[in-house]
């Protein structure tokens, strides 16, 4: 039975467990549930602090788990990324007061630095050479520098609305883009069934940049319509009862859908559909 680490709480917690019930894996029924066996699909998921699941998988007590890319290096722990899930996304950054602060990375020597991931601020740190001291925190770390004990922080940031608030604007270029990721333990092979939970975590994350299109063109717009419409591999194109016209379908990536069917409309194209896809294996 493969052993999954889900996180239980935090920014990662809902949309990891959306992507799972949506990869056909069992919900669990209350938000206290430690664990839970999915006897169906042979998985047994363990609810953790996402801080803690690449400790769990890095020493192989965990088979595969869901954590952040900045968590994972912050542990530190023997485990890497297999598979990066396109969900939590945030840049890890360092910020300062915007008047008078430290303004660049060059100046951060002999600074105090405040952040909640000691262990990535530090290796950063470290391999640029800079002799500056990591306060560790727990959060709330853009309130460090008004209360005295940091000059900077480094932390994660998403829209920014936390730095403004706290009137401190970032500098220098991200440490980090992170995002939610797949890890499985660094110093062995994967467990066999890790194969499968990816292949639907993948199913799912392209179901979601996709959408399917349907409509009918007279036979000669065929061409030009199809060119606007390629599809994965090719559009399927089927007669219609009325010999002059065709039906069409293809997949099109969800963002390009209105200039799709501008387009479409434009070449000819009547009844176009646009239909959501729920699952896929490519
Ligand atoms: N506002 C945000 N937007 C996107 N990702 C975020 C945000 N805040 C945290 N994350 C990501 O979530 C992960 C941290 O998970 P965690 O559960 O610790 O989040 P949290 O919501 O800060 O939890 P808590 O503050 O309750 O400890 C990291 O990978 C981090 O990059
Ligand atoms: O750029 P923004 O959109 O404002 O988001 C970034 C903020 O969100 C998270 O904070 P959280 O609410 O988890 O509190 P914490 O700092 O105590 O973890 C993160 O630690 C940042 O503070
Ligand atoms: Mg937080």
Same mark, same amino acid.
């Given at each position: 039975?493969?052993?999954?680490?889900?996180?239980?709480? +935090?920014?990662?917690?809902?949309?990891?467990?959306?992507?799972?019930?949506?990869?056909?894996?069992?919900?669990?029924?209350?938000?206290?549930?430690?664990?839970?066996?999915?006897?169906?699909?042979?998985?047994?998921? /363990? /609810?953790?602090?996402?801080?803690?699941?690449?400790?769990?998988? +890095?020493?192989?007590?965990?088979?595969?788990?869901?954590?952040?890319?900045?968590?994972?290096?912050?542990?530190?722990?023997?485990? =890497? %990324?297999?598979?990066?899930?396109? /969900?939590?996304? #945030?840049?890890?950054?360092?910020?300062?007061?915007? @008047?008078?602060? $430290? &303004? #660049?990375?060059?100046?951060?020597?002999? *600074? =105090?630095?405040?952040?909640?991931?000691?262990?990535?601020?530090?290796?950063?740190?470290?391999?640029?050479?800079?002799?500056? *001291?990591?306060?560790?925190?727990?959060?709330?770390? %853009?309130?460090?520098?008004?209360?005295?004990?940091? @000059?900077?922080?480094?932390?994660?940031? %998403?829209?920014? *609305?936390?730095?403004?608030?706290? +009137?401190?604007?970032?500098?220098?270029?991200?440490?980090?883009?992170? %995002?939610?990721?797949?890890?499985?333990?660094?110093?062995?092979?994967?467990?066999?069934?890790?194969?499968?939970?990816?292949? =639907?975590?993948?199913?799912?994350?392209?179901? =979601?940049?996709?959408?399917?299109?349907?409509?009918?063109?007279?036979?000669?717009?065929?061409?030009? &319509?199809?060119?606007?419409?390629?599809?994965?591999? #090719?559009? *399927? $194109?089927?007669?219609?009862?009325?010999?002059?016209? #065709?039906?069409?379908?293809?997949?099109?990536?969800?963002?390009?859908?209105?200039?799709?069917?501008?387009?479409?409309?434009?070449?000819?194209?009547?009844?176009?559909?646009?239909?959501?896809?729920?699952?896929?294996?490519?």
């Amino acid at each position: 039975m493969l052993r999954v680490a889900v996180p239980n709480k +935090g920014a990662l917690s809902e949309a990891a467990h959306e992507i799972l019930a949506e990869s056909g894996y069992r919900r669990r029924r209350d938000p206290k549930q430690l664990r839970l066996v999915d006897a169906d699909n042979d998985v047994e998921l /363990f /609810f953790l602090r996402p801080r803690d699941i690449a400790v769990y998988v +890095g020493s192989g007590t965990l088979d595969v788990g869901i954590t952040g890319r900045d968590l994972l290096i912050d542990s530190g722990a023997p485990a =890497r %990324e297999l598979l990066p899930l396109g /969900f939590a996304r #945030s840049t890890f950054r360092f910020a300062a007061p915007v @008047d008078g602060g $430290v &303004a #660049s990375t060059d100046a951060l020597g002999g *600074t =105090r630095v405040a952040a909640a991931y000691p262990g990535l601020v530090r290796a950063w740190l470290d391999e640029r050479g800079v002799d500056a *001291t990591v306060v560790g925190l727990d959060g709330a770390v %853009e309130s460090a520098v008004q209360l005295g004990i940091a @000059d900077v922080i480094a932390d994660v940031v %998403e829209t920014g *609305t936390t730095l403004r608030q706290a +009137g401190l604007q970032v500098f220098g270029e991200p440490l980090l883009e992170s %995002e939610a990721v797949l890890v499985v333990p660094a110093d062995r092979d994967p467990h066999p069934g890790v194969d499968v939970l990816a292949r =639907r975590l993948t199913g799912v994350m392209t179901a =979601r940049r996709y959408v399917l299109i349907d409509y009918d063109v007279r036979n000669e717009h065929v061409e030009a &319509a199809a060119a606007v419409t390629p599809g994965l591999e #090719s559009p *399927t $194109v089927s007669p219609l009862h009325d010999s002059g016209w #065709s039906a069409v379908r293809a997949m099109v990536p969800r963002a390009d859908t209105n200039a799709v069917m501008d387009e479409l409309w434009e070449v000819g194209a009547r009844a176009i559909l646009v239909t959501e896809i729920h699952a896929c294996r490519l």
